[in-house]
């Protein structure tokens, strides 16, 4: 079955310690993104990348990191800079940036201070 | 600035209609999806409005207004696993066509 897959499930970081977010997409989908959720709040974009070997920053990229070696793959780091990084991050793909096809999602990380 | 506003919460009873509202105020305009979302899970894909008028599917649909701003969800015979969140988005008219997402508007419907 094609689909966006994420893990882990929940992830709990240590102060000062990076952490990395999967998400690996077999429907063969050029974009992907990453989101932040925060309770009441909507989905605001921390990444994204139209194409393999480069992305652009989102509206809240301070203290994040990706990297796009492969098109099935967008991992997602959050650094000990990130202050505040207790979310949910969800993973998205599309199939070209440009296109009016709509954004699928991946089922979520949640992510914790220890 | 970019601005999608949608209530916070609504209530309704099972088998009734209801319709949640959506304005926005983006520089430029792309089309505009909703999404629903369950409690702890990935958003699914609803809807996509790019012209004015409704758009029908099932017990769900959508309606544009690009001239006031405006959209709607529609969701008729309401069922219990209608509660969720629902989420408005809009594709912004710069270059990157990234979404902007509203807060979302938490649906509860009850017996």
């Known amino acids: 079955d094609g689909g966006i897959t994420q893990s882990p499930k929940y992830l709990f970081r240590k102060e000062g310690q990076n952490v990395t977010l999967s998400c690996e997409q077999n429907?063969?989908?050029?974009?992907m993104y990453w989101y932040r959720q925060d309770p009441g709040q909507g989905l605001r974009l921390i990444y994204y990348?139209?194409?393999?070997?480069?992305?652009q920053k989102g509206d809240i990229a301070e203290g994040y990191s990706v990297s796009r070696e492969k098109k099935e793959s967008f991992p997602l780091t959050v650094t000990s800079a990130q202050k505040n990084p207790t979310a949910f991050y969800l993973c998205?793909?599309?199939?070209?940036?440009?296109?009016?096809?709509?954004?699928?999602f991946g089922d979520g990380t949640r992510l914790s201070i220890l | 600035g970019q601005n999608i506003d949608q209530p916070t919460e609504m209530t309704a009873t099972e088998g009734a209609i209801v319709q949640i509202n959506c304005t926005y105020q983006?520089?430029?305009?792309?089309?505009l999806f909703w999404y629903q979302q369950h409690a702890g899970e990935a958003p699914t894909f609803l809807s996509y409005?790019?012209?004015?008028g409704l758009e029908e599917k099932g017990r769900f649909s959508s309606f544009l207004s690009r001239s006031k701003g405006y959209s709607y969800l529609l969701l008729k015979e309401l069922q219990m696993k209608d509660s969720a969140s629902y989420l408005c988005?809009?594709?912004?008219?710069?270059?990157?066509?990234?979404?902007?997402f509203g807060s979302g508007t938490r649906l509860l419907v009850r017996p």
């Open positions: 983006t520089s430029g305009f792309n089309g």
């Open positions: 429907l063969n989908h050029d974009a």
């Open positions: 409005n790019v012209l004015d």
């Open positions: 998205a793909s599309k199939t070209a940036d440009n296109s009016n096809q709509p954004q699928h």
């Open positions: 988005a809009v594709r912004g008219g710069d270059s990157s066509y990234k979404l902007i």
């Open positions: 990348s139209q194409i393999v070997n480069d992305f």
